[in-house]
C-alpha cells in the first residue's frame, strides 16, 4: 500500500474523502487492493483497479449504495500523525517510499477506513454528498469507474 500521494491538482476534500471510502468498499466486496491509478477532481473522477473479471450490475449497484450509507452515517474524518511501528498496525507499509521518516500521516474515515495520504479531507462524512457512478469499463483485467457526488 503506497500512500495515497496526490499527484492530482488541488484536491476537492468531499470527492477525494469519497474515494477513500470508496476504495475500502471495493477491498471489503472484491478483497482486491485500492485503486492503483485515480484522477480526482471536483467536477468527476475515475479509479481504476486489478479485478479478474468486472463486476456485476447487481455488483456495481451495491458498490454505489454501500458507499452511499457509509456517507450517510456521518462518520467523523480524522488526521493523525502516527510513528511507522504503531502504523503497520493499521496500513501496509511494504510500498512506502525511502526515506518515509519516522512518522506517517494516516487518515481514519471512522470505523470504515484508515490509509496512509498526505490529501486533503472533509471533517466528517456528511460534508460529502451523493456518490454517483457515472460510467465503468474493463479491460485486460483493470476495471475502471468513473464518478461524481450530487
Not at 499527484?7 to 469519497?18: I, V
Not at 471489503?28 to 485503486?35: D, I, N
Not at 463486476?55 to 449497484?61: E, G, L, R, V
Not at 498496525?89 to 474515515?109: C, M, N, Q, T
Amino acid at each position: 500500500m503506497a500512500i495515497e500521494s496526490e499527484h492530482n491538482k488541488q484536491e476537492y476534500p468531499p470527492m477525494h474523502t469519497a474515494e477513500h471510502i470508496l476504495n475500502q468498499t471495493m477491498v471489503r466486496m472484491f478483497g482486491c487492493k485500492r485503486s492503483f491509478n485515480a484522477h480526482i477532481e471536483k467536477k468527476k473522477s475515475k479509479c481504476d483497479y486489478a479485478l479478474s473479471q468486472a463486476p456485476t450490475d447487481a455488483q456495481i449497484a451495491e458498490i454505489e449504495k454501500t458507499v452511499n450509507e457509509v456517507i450517510d452515517r456521518h462518520l467523523p474524518v480524522s488526521i493523525e500523525l502516527v510513528a511507522l511501528s504503531e502504523a503497520a498496525k493499521y496500513v501496509d507499509l511494504s510500498k512506502l517510499p525511502a526515506g518515509v521518516g519516522s512518522e506517517i500521516r494516516l487518515v481514519f474515515i471512522g470505523d470504515y477506513d484508515v490509509c496512509a495520504c498526505v490529501g486533503a479531507h472533509v471533517s466528517n462524512t456528511s460534508e460529502i454528498g451523493k456518490f454517483v457512478i457515472l460510467s465503468h469499463s474493463y479491460s485486460d483485467g483493470v476495471w475502471r469507474v468513473r464518478f461524481k457526488l450530487e
